[in-house]
């Protein structure tokens, strides 16, 4: 009879181990280049913040790092000269780039692994800052993000790293170019994770942590950042539940109706010479409308300012709360316009702003039937719902809006309402961009 054999022991190698428990950060090397990718994405949103309110002062005379933008303009002629110089600069200078320079890398292919180029990212970036600066309907994320992630992906390739880690680095440092320049650590840290990455485990959170707090730190001490908002403290009531339960769908329904209007509007940009008739003409429109609805100029921040913080007149009144409601949907008309005219731009802002218009109308109109929570309340889950949809990152949303209004308070009814708009999305089967 044979001795029975010992039973060999199997070690699964360090690669092969599951992916959430692969260490974070496994060397010196690693936690140098994370460190080095934060302070990118700082000075990503260190030069957005800096070339904006640089414009605006020089254009406006408004004071250094003031609230004040293009919608504050009291004269109406001044808003719409405003918009038509930023059509016919803005058209000239992305018809240069584009004839001139290198072909434009996005965010998420140079996460895929395309190189950006240098020189044609950084002016790309400027000009959506100048743009944005002088009233046009566009984001102003995207430019903070392409600068981080340029100058996190030439760290990358100047410290050897292979492929994967290189990946999340790169994804990191373009999140927290975002997390930068609105003030949002935890926001940006988990717009990495879940948009860019699409993985959730200790080698893409926690360098996104870690990322976006550095870029936070960073940006401050180079220029002073602040929450784009200052809304109300609110309070959940039963009420605000209902409501949330009930008016998830519709956000949704409007979130899809923006995608398909920035999707068509895409797919006729104006190449060539075309684009500088086709961009100032867009402009000038949007400033046309601007002389009578200055909220729906620039990124968003002057309509959500206004959704967060309406007077009493307007949410005691049917037919104001309605008009709240009509500026939502004209700022999405104007956004879908900008970008069709070749514009280069983010919709985040856009869509929290046209969130928070729709949420402070519907809001506001239940209030007349059940009182229990502020107008504000509303406006905050319907941007939170509105941007879920659009952006197709509930995580995303519920996170960053919290964030950026300070209310992390309304995170359970928050969570209610993105799960309608989400469903609805989900069940007419759009891809997320």
Known sequence: MNPPQPVPV????????????????????????????????????????????????????????????????????????????????????WWAVRRRGSALVSVEAAVAGERMPFVSTLVN???????????????????????????????????????????T???????????????????GAVFAVEVLIGEIALGTVVPALAASAIATLVAQVLVHTAHPFAVPQSSVSPALIVWSIVAGPVFGVGGLGFLWLTKRARTVTPNGRRLLLVMPATFAAVG?????????????????????HLPSSVTTSVVALLGVGALGVVKGLATSASL?????????????????ALGACLGGLWT????????????????TAFLATTSGAPLTA??????????????????LVVAGAIVV?????????
């Not at 601007?290 to 206004?306: D, V």
């Not at 069709?340 to 928070?356: C, D, E, K, Q």
């Not at 519920?398 to 969570?415: F, K, S």
């Open 10 to 93: 199997v070690r699964t190698p360090p690669d092969r181990a599951p992916r959430w428990l692969r260490p974070a950060l496994p060397d010196a090397r690693g936690a140098c280049a994370v460190v080095l990718v934060g302070v990118a994405g700082g000075i990503g949103g260190a030069i957005a913040f800096t070339v904006l309110h640089a414009v605006q002062l020089a254009v406006f005379g408004f004071a250094w790092q003031t609230p004040l933008e293009a919608a504050d303009l009291t004269a109406r002629w001044a808003r719409f000269g405003t918009l038509v110089a930023a059509g016919v600069v803005a058209s000239f200078a």
């Open 125 to 167: 970036a400027v000009i959506q800052i100048v743009a944005v600066a002088l009233g046009a309907s566009i984001g102003k994320e995207v430019a903070p993000r392409e600068i981080g992630g340029l100058l996190s992906q030439t760290i990358t390739r100047g410290l050897g790293l292979n492929a994967r880690r290189t990946r």
């Open 169 to 187: 680095l790169v994804a990191c440092g373009a999140a927290a170019g975002l997390a930068a320049i609105y003030h949002a650590p935890l926001g």
């Open 288 to 308: 046309a409308v601007g002389m009578i609805a200055p909220q729906i100029l620039g990124n968003g921040i002057a309509l959500g300012e206004y959704s967060f």
């Open 340 to 356: 069709g005219s070749g514009a280069v731009g983010g919709t985040l802002m856009p869509s929290i702003a046209m969130g928070a």
């Open 368 to 383: 007349l039937l059940w009182p229990g929570s502020a107008v504000a309340a509303y406006a905050v889950l319907g941007a």
């Open 398 to 415: 519920v996170v960053l809006v919290a964030e950026l209004t300070g209310q992390p308070a309304l995170v359970v009814p928050a969570v």
């Open 425 to 433: 999305r989900r069940r007419l089967d759009l891809p997320r961009r």
